[in-house]
């Protein structure tokens, strides 16, 4: 029979701190608690999930749900749970905190649409419930840009990395090239790596590879840097916290599912390339990339490609469907946007490390471009 809550909350924390994002996650918890009420904690990384957590003396249960004894044993404890794995848990339905798998898929689409590939591929293990999503959103914006996506499915029993080399190397090998390829995180991303190496192909200049989760430690240890996803980790586990602390509380305005949209793309070496037969727009792209928090217009661009503007102009409607003045707008825009969303910087902070001449030129731009203020959206973005 289950304890009485008790006037310290105990939480048993089924999350193994093996990753990045996962250590993210607990940090979110821990923010919660330190804003909030203290709990006290069981802290249970069970070894792949296979071994269930302590659960005598819980009050409540944080846990990434990945395992179907472990779905089982715990929604058989009673006890208020909240899961920050994906929705579908073996039949077993439980308060979630997840990452819009959808939007990760999309936004890896858009970054190699952004640098002009026309070719993708994807590598997941497709029985994984959060894996589908992701190739599908993936797939879809390609295919709306006219790009056909290419699929590796991994399979579905466990092999060593070695076993997967081999047949993996074929595929790749006879993919057209330059192609972007997407892993469903940044493990299986490092298998793409690995097996680059082992055909000979280079990277990013054959393949470009993108992984998710950001786990820094791993995306920097990899040959080259890989670039990555980064989820709104630690904002997942300050949202399962907010969620545990309304079930044990028994409030009833407390929200079933919170569906959080990645952060970015950080882009690393792996992709790291621009797939555009154009050297002069790959210059210009480069030195739009490196200069967007200065006040630089198409000019000092110019200064940096040796053709007239108008040639310009022309090949960045060719190959991207924007104007250089436009994709230097769009790139501003969008380091705003990720600076509001992520850094403790004011409005007047971001307009200058966006590269714009002050706040007011920043508001005019960015409502025009987003449809809001640069405070409505920072409010939206953290509420």
Known sequence: MRKAASAIPHVCLGIPPVSGHTQRILSGIARYVAEHSPW????SPWNHYRTP???KEADGVIALVADEGVARVVADSGLPTVNVGSTSTFGLEFPTVQCDHDQVGRLAAQEFAERGFEHVGFVGELDRNFVRPRLEA????????????RTYRLPEHHLDRADLAVPMTNWLTRLPKPIGVMAQNDLKARDVLQACRMAGLRVPDDVAVIGVDDDE???HLTPPPLSSVRLDSERMGYEAARM?????RGDPQTPRL????????VTRQSSDVFAIDDPDVVTALRFMRDHMSEEIDIRDVLQHVPVSRRWL???FKRFLGRSPAEELRRLRIERAKMLLRESAMSVLEVAVHSGFSGQATFAVSFKREVGCSPSAYRHDARA
């Open 258 to 265: 919170v569906t959080l949209p990645p952060l970015c793309v």
């Open 217 to 219: 430690v791993l995306c």
């Open 313 to 315: 102009e022309m090949q």
């Open 244 to 248: 545990l602390d309304g079930l044990m």
């Open 138 to 149: 993936f797939a879809d914006y390609s295919q709306a840009r006219g790009v056909t996506s």
């Open 53 to 55: 957590p302590e659960l």
């Open 40 to 43: 006290t904690f069981e802290f």
